[in-house]
C-alpha cells in the first residue's frame, strides 16, 4: 500500500498562488492514478485534478483549468499542485489520492488517502 502526506496549504490573498505537494511512501506513484480532490466547507468532496495510471495525461475540473497544474516526479515519488489566481471559491480541505484503477475522478475511484491540507481564500 501506499501512504500520502500533503503539505503546502495555508492562507492566501485572492489572485495569490499556492503550490500544494503529496509525498508518497511505500510504493512508487507511478504505478497508481493520481489525482487531487477538495472538500470545500458543507460541501461534498469533490475532483480538481488527476493523472491516469498510465500515460502522462492529465484532467482537471472546468472550474481550475488555466489557473491549476498538476504534476509528479516520479523519482521523488511525489505530486504536485500549483494554484494559481485563486478565488474565495477555491477555500477547502485538498487531498490527494491514488488508485489502482486506471483512471481516478470520482471518490469511490480512490484506493488511498492523504489526510489532508487546508487551503483559505480571503477576499
Known amino acids: 500500500q501506499v501512504r500520502l502526506v500533503e503539505s503546502g496549504g495555508g492562507l492566501v490573498q485572492a489572485g495569490g498562488s499556492l503550490r500544494l505537494s503529496c509525498t508518497a511512501s511505500g510504493r512508487p506513484i507511478s504505478t497508481y492514478a493520481m489525482g487531487w480532490f477538495r472538500q470545500p466547507p458543507g460541501k461534498e468532496r469533490e475532483f480538481v485534478a488527476g493523472?491516469?495510471?498510465?500515460?502522462?495525461?492529465?484532467s482537471y475540473i472546468d472550474s481550475v483549468k488555466g489557473r491549476f497544474f498538476i504534476a509528479r516526479d516520479t523519482a521523488k515519488n511525489t505530486l504536485w499542485l500549483q494554484m494559481n489566481s485563486l478565488k474565495p471559491e477555491d477555500t477547502a480541505v485538498y487531498y490527494c489520492?491514488?488508485?489502482?484503477?486506471?483512471?481516478?475522478?470520482?471518490?469511490?475511484?480512490?484506493?488511498?488517502w492523504g489526510r489532508g491540507t487546508q487551503v483559505t481564500v480571503s477576499s
Open positions: 489520492a491514488a488508485a489502482g484503477a486506471l483512471t481516478l475522478r470520482r471518490q469511490s475511484d480512490a484506493d488511498y
Open positions: 493523472f491516469k495510471r498510465f500515460g502522462s495525461n492529465t
